[in-house]
């Protein structure tokens, strides 16, 4: 019997549902779409995307979008590549701040490590975890899976850690250590013993990480030369934490309660921005676009400079204790997230500190929600969102364990704990 159809295609080569349609069917559907919606039907499924990106879809309604907002008469040459990024940046923007602002929330966690984790980064669709036992481990942020493991030389201890497409980089004990993500060899190479005295915190700019010291010193490495290049004094007090700006300057925060901006070439000191909350300074943010330095302190207080004035913008107390970390998107001039001892992941204003949103995770008293000690076992569950009166204090603990340690990603937030767990906050578009 003849089981194929009347154009010579078996039935089990016949094309179902959505991929149904023939490329040129759906590139006329396709342009009587506006741009945001076209835009959405690039996230549907890998043959849409195909098909808008194969016939410039969106550069072509970009240009229809212009011509129409233009009374003058629009050449659609004008219609660059370069501005229609910058219009799909400006739509991606909108989009996660309205999500991390208003939308449902869904929260993914796993067992990620064998004893407490408190430090994660997030970059590129990955998420970097660590500090606890003697691994980091790196994740994909839609798959939730382990993609490679970094093992720490002998028994030292790791103390913080970034990463970029090429290498990860790590503070351990006294010394600085390079993994080449994309080689056999990871261990590039570890540097001399001792070159720091009790580093508590690092960041790094291509070719120089900076370490933060127990003894007020910002210590500059060179991780091609293997050597200390600079030692900058920054503080009376311990550097509790450190940001790196795009114009060669060092900020660093102390227990002691002050922020210090030096030349990273100079280490020349720039300026000394004080709070009036003379807690301690727990974490650092700059935002590289508008260039807005956050700060969060030890007794729960957020506080914005503008580097290029050193004028405080504004200071408010977010939270009753404790801000552990804040971050944000590098192009995103709107939205901060902070986290802290209260276990509350809050959304607030970069512009005001105005605190748009409190989010805690529901905990449902169903088996199949409860967090199993498994590796690869993912549990899901939802966020809630606290009105403004909500009385924090009377939340469960399991609802709103400490957050050691965020970062933020395009409508998502992954953190920390200093548990096993890793958890990865999904906002929905």
Same mark, same amino acid.
């Given at each position: 019997?003849?089981t194929?159809?009347?154009g010579?295609?078996?039935?089990?080569k016949r094309?179902?549902?959505?991929?149904?349609?023939?490329?040129?069917?759906?590139c006329?559907?396709f342009?009587?779409?506006?741009?945001?919606?076209?835009?959405?039907c690039?996230?549907?499924?890998?043959?849409?995307?195909?098909?808008?990106n194969?016939y410039?879809?969106?550069?072509?309604?970009?240009?229809?979008?212009?011509?129409?907002?233009?009374?003058?008469?629009f050449?659609?040459?004008?219609?660059?590549e370069?501005?229609l990024?910058?219009?799909l940046?400006?739509?991606?923007?909108?989009?996660?701040?309205?999500?991390?602002?208003?939308?449902?929330?869904?929260?993914?966690q796993?067992k990620?490590?064998?004893?407490?984790?408190?430090?994660?980064r997030?970059k590129?669709?990955?998420?970097?975890?660590?500090?606890?036992?003697?691994?980091m481990?790196?994740?994909?942020?839609e798959?939730?899976?382990?993609?490679?493991e970094?093992?720490?030389?002998d028994n030292?201890?790791?103390?913080?850690?970034?990463f970029?497409?090429?290498k990860?980089?790590?503070?351990?004990g006294?010394?600085?250590?390079?993994?080449?993500?994309h080689?056999?060899?990871?261990?590039i190479f570890?540097?001399?013993?001792?070159?720091?005295?009790?580093?508590?915190?690092?960041?790094?700019?291509?070719?120089?990480?900076?370490?933060?010291?127990?003894?007020g010193?910002?210590?500059v490495?060179?991780?091609?030369s293997?050597?200390c290049?600079?030692?900058?004094?920054?503080h009376l007090?311990?550097?509790?934490?450190?940001?790196?700006? &795009?114009?060669?300057l060092?900020?660093? $925060?102390?227990?002691? =309660?002050?922020?210090? *901006?030096?030349?990273?070439? %100079? /280490?020349?000191?720039?300026?000394?921005?004080?709070?009036?909350?003379?807690?301690?300074?727990?974490?650092?943010c700059?935002?590289?676009?508008?260039?807005l330095?956050?700060?969060?302190?030890t007794?729960?207080?957020?506080s914005?400079?503008?580097?290029?004035?050193?004028?405080?913008?504004w200071?408010?107390?977010?939270?009753?204790?404790?801000?552990?970390?804040?971050h944000?998107?590098?192009i &995103?001039?709107?939205?901060?997230?902070? $986290?802290g001892?209260? =276990?509350?992941?809050? *959304?607030?204003?970069q512009? %005001? /500190?105005e605190?748009?949103?409190?989010?805690i995770?529901?905990?449902s008293?169903?088996?199949?929600n409860?967090?199993e000690?498994?590796y690869?076992?993912i549990?899901?569950?939802q966020?809630?969102?606290?009105?403004?009166?909500?009385?924090?204090?009377?939340?469960p603990?399991?609802?709103?364990p400490?957050?050691?340690?965020?970062?933020?990603g395009?409508?998502?937030?992954v953190?920390?704990?200093?548990?096993?767990?890793?958890?990865?906050?999904?906002f929905?578009?």
């Amino acid at each position: 019997m003849n089981t194929t159809t009347s154009g010579g295609v078996p039935p089990s080569k016949r094309r179902k549902g959505i991929h149904a349609l023939s490329h040129d069917t759906l590139c006329t559907i396709f342009t009587l779409l506006d741009l945001i919606e076209a835009v959405r039907c690039t996230t549907v499924c890998r043959y849409w995307r195909t098909v808008i990106n194969k016939y410039k879809l969106l550069q072509v309604l970009y240009s229809k979008q212009e011509r129409r907002n233009s009374a003058d008469l629009f050449d659609a040459s004008m219609c660059s590549e370069r501005s229609l990024k910058i219009h799909l940046e400006e739509v991606a923007m909108d989009w996660h701040r309205f999500s991390l602002r208003v939308r449902p929330i869904d929260i993914y966690q796993w067992k990620g490590h064998s004893v407490g984790v408190d430090k994660c980064r997030m970059k590129m669709g990955l998420i970097l975890t660590g500090v606890g036992d003697k691994v980091m481990r790196l994740w994909s942020a839609e798959r939730y899976k382990c993609l490679d493991e970094y093992s720490l030389p002998d028994n030292t201890r790791l103390v913080d850690f970034d990463f970029d497409e090429n290498k990860v980089v790590g503070l351990v004990g006294t010394r600085i250590c390079i993994w080449r993500r994309h080689n056999a060899e990871r261990n590039i190479f570890p540097s001399r013993e001792n070159l720091f005295t009790n580093g508590l915190c690092m960041r790094y700019v291509d070719p120089e990480a900076v370490v933060g010291c127990e003894d007020g010193t910002a210590r500059v490495f060179d991780m091609y030369s293997r050597k200390c290049s600079q030692i900058i004094k920054m503080h009376l007090g311990p550097v509790t934490c450190l940001s790196l700006s &795009d114009d060669q300057l060092i900020i660093s $925060g102390s227990s002691t =309660g002050g922020i210090t *901006v030096s030349g990273l070439s %100079t /280490g020349q000191r720039v300026a000394a921005l004080m709070s009036s909350d003379s807690s301690g300074i727990r974490t650092l943010c700059f935002n590289p676009s508008s260039h807005l330095l956050f700060a969060g302190s030890t007794s729960g207080y957020a506080s914005c400079w503008d580097l290029r004035t050193m004028k405080k913008l504004w200071e408010t107390r977010v939270s009753p204790n404790v801000l552990y970390s804040m971050h944000h998107l590098q192009i &995103d001039r709107s939205t901060l997230v902070t $986290g802290g001892i209260d =276990g509350v992941l809050r *959304v607030l204003d970069q512009n %005001t /500190g105005e605190v748009y949103s409190r989010c805690i995770m529901y905990e449902s008293n169903r088996g199949s929600n409860r967090t199993e000690d498994v590796y690869g076992v993912i549990k899901s569950n939802q966020a809630v969102r606290l009105a403004e009166d909500d009385r924090i204090d009377l939340i469960p603990r399991t609802s709103r364990p400490p957050i050691r340690c965020l970062a933020v990603g395009m409508r998502k937030v992954v953190t920390t704990h200093n548990d096993k767990c890793i958890r990865l906050w999904k906002f929905k578009a």
